[in-house]
């Protein structure tokens, strides 16, 4: 009896320093490599702690419950305020209290509870062409269900994440039923089925099947460092419209600290690392993002679209308003 226990034991432990290794630390990403290998790069060079990072394009939240306790995960890194909100309600996350997040991330872009932290932010904005549209006629989000950009839009899904986010602040700013309406009049004025990605809009009005889109800011960054793609951004203008009497729509991606993290302490550094100035200009400069850290500044293309005012929105309230905005995508058979 007494052998069996002390051999229970000893196994669990083999099995707890097989994961946990002084100098690793292990990542599920949604993020692509070749955005975040530079700031892992840094982060090694700092520190000495390798990191390991598996890339999924979806089921982390699934992934990470299958494994449970034996997860070899520490951190997982996201984009979308509802995907991080969905990871914390599955339970798949944990607290971390850290004054350098505390210093290093406005409150506005980490979680009330501790449970994920924001590290860029992003604006949603229209791309418009140079060409057919002038700036001064790109106003609201709400504008844009008026007839008079009957046939003149672009954009993907109304499922993806990007789009339900933005519909999750008209349902804040305005209620159910007039995002309903707005919509509505949105699909009514669109040149063409949801389709592609936020560059394949662009690339849309550049070839003229339509004369503005939704999309995010630094795919324009993106598509300048593309040889064919630099055609497609040298035709649109970047505009920021607003929520009427609010500021311009903004998601974040963001981290956290997953339940079972066998290197937490790496896993600390990590996240920590990720929140400070050295981290917040690679990805502002790297990634045309907008650093959260008050320390930072916009990289010098980024700034040159122009500044903005960003809705005041709080990100838990988009997140939670995520179900009800895609069942309203849905019944409006928006992609439809
Ligand atoms: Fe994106």
């Known amino acids: ?127 418009a062409s140079k060409d057919r549209v002038s700036p001064e006629d790109v106003t609201t989000y709400e504008d844009l269900a008026d007839p008079k950009w009957k046939g003149r839009i672009c954009t993907r899904s109304g499922t993806h994440a990007y789009t339900l ?51 995010n800011t630094y795919y324009m960054g993106k598509m300048l460092e593309d040889e064919e793609q630099q055609e497609w951004a040298n035709s649109v203008n970047v505009l920021f419209p607003v929520f009427e009497g609010a500021g311009t729509h903004v998601n974040v991606s963001g981290v956290a600290l997953t339940k079972s993290a066998p290197n937490r302490d790496n896993a600390v550094k990590l996240i920590e690392f990720l929140a400070s100035p050295k981290a917040q200009e690679i990805y502002a400069e790297a990634n045309y993002e907008y650093p959260v850290g008050p320390e930072t500044q916009p990289s010098e293309i980024v700034a040159g679209w122009g500044s903005f005012d960003a809705d005041g929105v709080n990100m838990m309230d988009l997140a939670a308003h995520r179900a009800e905005a895609l069942k309203l995508v849905e019944e409006v058979d928006f992609d439809g």
């Not at 299958?66 to 798949?92: C, F, H, K, N, Y």
């Not at 980490?110 to 949603?124: E, K, L, M, S, Y």
């Not at 919509?183 to 503005?212: F, H, S, Y």
Request: charged share 20%.
């Open 1 to 127: 009896m007494l052998f069996s226990r002390t051999l229970l034991a000893a196994t669990a432990l083999t099995a707890v320093t097989a994961t946990a290794k002084a100098d690793e630390v292990n990542l599920y990403s949604y993020r692509q490599p070749e955005l975040i290998q530079p700031l892992l790069d840094a982060f090694t060079e700092e520190t000495g702690i390798k990191t390991n990072v598996a890339f999924l394009n979806k089921g982390m939240v699934e992934r990470l419950l299958a494994e449970g306790d034996r997860s070899p995960a520490d951190v997982i890194l996201t984009v979308d305020i509802s995907r991080l909100a969905g990871a914390v309600e599955a339970g798949v996350t944990q607290p971390l209290e850290s004054d350098v997040l505390t210093a290093n991330i406005p409150a506005e872009f980490r979680d009330p509870d501790n449970q994920w932290f924001g590290v860029t932010t992003r604006a949603r904005i229209v791309y």
């Open 165 to 215: 986010a933005l519909v999750s602040a008209m349902i804040e700013h305005h209620g159910a039923e007039a995002t309903k309406t707005w919509l509505e009049g949105v699909k009514a004025n669109l040149a063409r089925k949801p389709q592609g990605n936020d560059r394949a809009q662009v690339k849309a009005i550049w070839a003229g099947e339509c004369d503005i889109s939704l999309g």
